[in-house]
């Protein structure tokens, strides 16, 4: 009998590629995307290089993992929502876990580094086009639902106005993270607030 046909073969493989993801995480926060080798990533992961390639052929194929894995995540944390206060305190968590470089969420310099390298590199352009649509979508599926499920009953093409403006606050947020961590909580908790009430009313 082949062992890859063994039944926890295949939950065996996906602890094996999310060990490798956060290693991959890891790295490119710690020394940026260019920096970051497939060997530094196989020695951060406590795994053999050869190990590691049976999973990801390069290193754009862990970027778009990455990539996939967040999108999943952050789709799942739309889809809990129930009000506008759920997204201001999810925001204003967010914005702390950016701050303390939390490797289990996408740090914001990376993504700008991410954005950048996307320029010129056709795969990772369609896969974050993708990933922006996709959480686009789901922001608007919220504002869609009515309030008895848990949205706030926006009608379609406001829901998509306000989706997108939604987007753009947050990666102004994940850009301010990185540029000033230490902004006044306050104040922030406050614009946060505010801004979110306003798009969400």
Same mark, same amino acid.
């Given at each position: 009998?082949?062992?890859?046909?063994?039944?926890?073969?295949?939950?065996?493989?996906?602890?094996?590629?999310?060990?490798?993801?956060?290693?991959?995480?890891?790295?490119?926060?710690?020394?940026?995307?260019?920096?970051?080798?497939?060997?530094?990533?196989?020695?951060?992961?406590?795994?053999?290089?050869?190990?590691?390639?049976?999973?990801?052929?390069?290193?754009?194929?862990?970027?778009?993992?990455?990539?996939?894995?967040?999108?999943?995540?952050?789709?799942?944390?739309?889809?809990?929502?129930?009000?506008?206060?759920?997204?201001?305190?999810?925001?204003?968590?967010?914005?702390? /876990?950016?701050?303390?470089?939390?490797?289990?969420?996408?740090?914001?310099?990376?993504?700008?580094?991410?954005?950048?390298?996307?320029?010129?590199?056709?795969?990772?352009?369609?896969? =974050?086009?993708?990933?922006?649509?996709?959480?686009?979508?789901?922001?608007?599926?919220?504002?869609?639902?009515?309030?008895?499920?848990?949205?706030?009953?926006?009608?379609?093409?406001?829901?998509?106005?306000?989706?997108?403006?939604?987007?753009?606050?947050?990666?102004?947020?994940?850009? /301010?993270?990185?540029?000033?961590?230490?902004?006044?909580?306050?104040? =922030?908790?406050?614009?946060?607030?505010?801004?979110?009430?306003?798009?969400?009313?």
């Amino acid at each position: 009998m082949n062992a890859t046909a063994g039944p926890g073969y295949a939950s065996r493989a996906e602890a094996q590629r999310d060990r490798i993801l956060c290693a991959a995480l890891k790295c490119f926060i710690d020394h940026g995307f260019h920096a970051a080798s497939m060997a530094s990533i196989a020695e951060t992961a406590q795994m053999s290089a050869g190990l590691m390639y049976r999973y990801f052929e390069n290193k754009n194929s862990i970027v778009l993992g990455i990539i996939a894995r967040q999108l999943e995540e952050k789709r799942a944390g739309i889809r809990q929502l129930h009000s506008s206060n759920d997204i201001a305190s999810a925001l204003l968590a967010a914005f702390e /876990r950016w701050c303390a470089r939390d490797s289990s969420v996408m740090n914001p310099a990376l993504y700008l580094e991410m954005s950048v390298e996307a320029t010129r590199n056709p795969p990772l352009a369609a896969a =974050l086009r993708a990933f922006d649509a996709s959480m686009r979508d789901e922001l608007q599926a919220w504002l869609c639902r009515n309030r008895e499920q848990g949205g706030l009953g926006l009608a379609p093409a406001l829901a998509a106005e306000r989706a997108l403006s939604l987007q753009c606050f947050i990666d102004g947020l994940a850009i /301010r993270s990185a540029r000033e961590p230490d902004l006044d909580r306050a104040q =922030l908790r406050a614009i946060v607030a505010e801004m979110v009430d306003k798009l969400t009313a």
